[in-house]
């Protein structure tokens, strides 16, 4: 089968480059913007793209909502397999893309989008077809990742752990959407509606690392406790929860030794009890390599991830509880529902009674509100 490819930047390069060796599958032409066509395999022509027969599947790799949104219209419509590593366009507009494939008879895949080279979503589908899948969860992106690593590991501090991420290529020029944990969160999405069947498109909840210190660190580390992302969802009723905050865990835990910008990911199957993934979240080649993985799926009948009765929902993250460690100004642990005191004075440090992820980001919102600074992270159940 031949294979175009819409981007040709860092993913579209390695799966352009890929596709020469792949088993089954070759390289067709490969889209860049107008007055960048550099090479013969190249063209800024999508409808030639579309209107070319040999071309059986389109992998883009472009990125951004749109023009990605339509050209994936685009090629669905014109009968040909779609596959894509864009969590932002999946997310946005995944059910509608997959409801289109689906009426065509055509492949829409996109196991790239969360967690680059690890089989997480590939895996989820697959557990699906025999086992209930009764929570997900993972380190999701590898920048925070590393920042929080190297912050930990080699004590270097907040704003020298992103531009050493940002140095080596990890963290973008602007990295908000991986310190603020919208990238993480844009990958949970993808693994609920896999995993459970509902894509969640409100009442999520998104804590990234912007407000770790070195401080924090520090009295972690004496408490031999370390911080990781982490992204979760699991299902709650007719819906499920859906949550990115930072955890806390002892030194020892598994999550721990995700060193690096490596992801790990975790689900629980009724039946096959938890089973974890580790590897390459991002970079040329491991992405590239979940882009053939696709591809290849497709010369073996698979068609979707979603399964077919997949409805988006409103998330519901305040019925499971947890405590949570929280460093604030003194005068606003009145707001907090606090256990116990683990340092008090100017600065305090506590943990809370278990309250819901919901209860927890709504009471940092109304201190931040008032002004005040807060870090919080989940515990695990002592
Ligand atoms: N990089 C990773 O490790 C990684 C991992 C997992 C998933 N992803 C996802 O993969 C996608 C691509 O990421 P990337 O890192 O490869 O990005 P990238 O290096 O910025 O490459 C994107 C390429 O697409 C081109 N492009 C954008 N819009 C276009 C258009 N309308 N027509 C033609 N070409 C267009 C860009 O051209 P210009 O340079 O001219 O804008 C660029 O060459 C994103 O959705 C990203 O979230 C990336």
Known sequence: MQVAVLGYGTVGGGVYAMLQSARGLEPGPVLVRPGKVKEKFQTSDLEAILSDDKVGA???????????????????ESGKHFVTS???LCAAHGLELAALARQKGLGFLF?????????????LSLATRSDTITSISGILNGTTNYMLDNMQRRGLDYQEALSDAQLLGYAEADPTADVSGLDALRKIMLGCAVAFGRLPTGGLLCEGIENFTAGDVADLRSRKLACRLI???APVGKTVSTCVEPMVFPQSAPECSVVMNFNMTKYIGQKCGPIVLMGQGAGRFPTASAVLRDLSSLLTGEREMFPADCVAVEADNSREKRKYYVRCH????SLLPLERLLMNGFTIRAVTEPVSPEE???????????????????????
Do not use: Q, T, W
Not at 58 to 76: H, N, Q, R, T
Not at 111 to 123: D, E, Q
Not at 369 to 381: I, P, R
């Open 111 to 123: 196991s790239s989008a969360c967690g680059g080279g690890v089989p997480f979503l590939h895996n």
């Open 58 to 76: 389109v992998a883009e790799v472009m990125g951004g909502i749109d023009p990605a949104f339509s050209y994936a219209k685009k090629v669905l």
């Open 360 to 382: 927890m980001h709504n009471l940092a919102k109304k201190i931040r509100n008032n002004g005040g600074s807060l870090f919080f992270a989940a515990m695990e159940d002592e």
């Open 86 to 88: 864009n969590k932002a």
């Open 231 to 233: 992204a979760s969802g």
């Open 330 to 333: 003194s005068d606003a642990a």
